[in-house]
């Protein structure tokens, strides 16, 4: 991103860290040996086809995740819908639905634990019309796997330019999802370079790669110390959990890391414990008892049994929760960092079918869990300062878009193109300007047609990004500099 995007990013980091208070040195899981582990959130990137499902369907094989019962039973419906080199990407594409659902943010949800991490692993599919997904998936995101696809071609197709125009095509996801992972707030990536076996292992070919893709991903706001690049096979196991096994793999890939060993170098992010509770929701459903439970990742603050906790939007009148559960298992005790469900039963104490205010059905992706003290707030319009991506024909006020920010989704428009900034000091180059075109930093004041909860980015980091789309191309990236209604 731009260097004032990066500045205020790095700020913000700091100043959360501040306010952290230390609670987070509290690990939430340990591993087999009782080693504290940290929350992870891992979102696996790239363009369609990549071997994003295949590579994490053979870790989780490797990890011994899959029972020998269910490898079977992937690689025979696999290969009966005549899709056998699919088998290890069903491990997670197919996912029996049990339980009623309101909303789910299609990702693909697994967990498993690394060296140093209890992961939760994101698994966002690769196909454009998909990128909605990936962006909900990428915005409760720690870290990233991005696969590209190391086949002769495969590469270049990813990392293909868009053509310009209105009816031009857009670029490679490999390009798009490196970008929106950046600006929806992911600094730690790891590039796997996969299927390089079609290559015969070539390592000019993964330097290649690597020489082409670096530029990019420094440009778009990475740091080359943020970044790991590793080969690796999904359907061929090689490289996931110990060093490679064919020798014109093993000939020159002598000391670097395989995937769990790059999963493990990641820093831990600091949990904002001590801010607010928010927590956006990506699934309601009714538990077997009748109680609404809700599904997300805790961006801030803490919750106990007991909390109180109204939903925004939602109804008024506040819920108490009845249970929580933490990476799958029960607990006391869930804070920010943690993927969560917490059961509500009514603030008034509710019986075991309490909380039935909450209509699964009418829960939007995107409204946010909080304390009743310190409600979010539905925004309706704000000021976001953005950088422009590669739009086909330039911006203009009244420019109608789909905004994403978190996990939620709102149609909106344009109205108002308050300035061109300086990307390196944020100084005014000229005040409303009647376009906005590739490239340029501007400020911006948008409008959503129903509201979105949104937070100001110096206030509140995770809430405070938001990507305009349109036609399956994202137009802007930015942050949000002020709530106005
Ligand atoms: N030869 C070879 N084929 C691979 C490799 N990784 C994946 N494939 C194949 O590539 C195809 C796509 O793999 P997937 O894992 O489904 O790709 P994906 O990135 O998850 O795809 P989307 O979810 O649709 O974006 C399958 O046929 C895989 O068997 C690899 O390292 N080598």
């Given at each position: ?14 100043a959360e860290a501040a306010a952290s208070n230390n609670v987070d040195s509290i690990p939430s899981a340990s ?100 990128v909605p997904n990936m962006i909900a998936g990428a915005a409760q995101a720690d870290a990233a796997l991005l696969l590209v696809d190391g086949s002769p071609g495969g590469f270049e197709a990813g990392f ?326």
């Open positions: 991103m731009e260097a004032d995007l990066e500045r205020e990013v790095e700020a913000a980091a700091v591993s087999s040996s009782g080693v504290p582990l940290s929350p992870l959130h891992l979102v696996v990137l790239g363009h369609v086809d990549a071997g994003k499902s295949s590579l994490m369907g053979r870790l989780l094989h490797e990890l011994g995740l899959v029972s020998a019962r269910d490898d079977h039973k992937f690689q025979r419906d696999a290969a009966a819908a005549g899709k056998g080199s699919f088998a290890w990407a069903w491990v997670l594409d197919e996912r029996p639905e049990e339980r009623e659902r309101g909303v789910t943010v299609d990702v693909a949800m697994t967990r498993f634990n690394t060296r140093r991490f209890a992961v939760t692993l994101l698994d966002a599919p690769g196909h454009r019309d998909f293909s330019e868009g053509t310009g125009g209105l009816h031009g095509t857009p670029g490679g996801q490999t390009r798009e999802h490196a970008v929106l992972a950046r600006s929806l707030g992911i600094e730690q990536m790891a590039v796997v370079i996969s299927k390089l076996d079609t290559v015969g292992y070539d390592k000019a070919r993964f330097d290649t790669i690597r020489a082409a893709l670096l530029p990019y991903l420094k440009s778009v706001g990475f740091k080359e110390s943020s970044l790991q690049w590793l080969p690796a096979s999904g359907p061929l196991g090689e490289n996931l959990v110990g060093p490679p096994q064919d020798p014109n793999l093993a000939a020159w890939w002598t000391s670097g890391p395989h995937v769990v060993g790059a999963i493990d170098a990641f820093n831990p992010r600091e949990r904002a414990t001590s801010k607010p509770l928010r927590m956006p929701i990506t699934d309601v459903f009714k538990s077997k008892t009748g109680a609404i439970v809700l599904g997300g990742k805790v961006e801030g603050g803490a919750l106990k049994p007991g909390s109180k906790v109204v939903l925004v939007p939602g109804p008024s009148q506040p819920f108490s929760v009845r249970s929580l559960e933490a990476s799958g298992s029960p607990t006391h005790l869930v804070r920010a960092g943690d993927s969560v469900e917490v059961a509500l039963v009514a603030g008034h104490g509710g019986g075991a079918g309490g909380g039935g205010a909450i209509d699964p059905s009418n829960v939007a992706a995107g409204a946010v869990l909080c304390h009743p003290d310190f409600p979010a707030v539905l925004v309706t319009r704000f000021e976001l300062r953005v950088v422009v991506l590669d739009v086909p024909v330039p911006l203009l006020r009244g420019h109608v878009v789909t905004l994403h920010a978190h996990v939620a989704r709102e149609e909106g428009h344009i109205t108002a193109l308050l300035a061109t900034l300086d990307p390196r000091t944020g100084d005014v180059i000229k005040s409303r300007p009647r376009c906005l075109t590739k490239g340029q930093t501007a400020l911006v004041e948008v409008t959503a047609v129903r509201g979105l909860v949104l937070e100001e980015y110096a206030d509140y980091r995770a809430l405070g990004r938001v990507a305009l789309r349109e036609g399956g191309r994202t137009l802007a990236v930015g942050i949000v500099t002020r709530l106005l209604e």
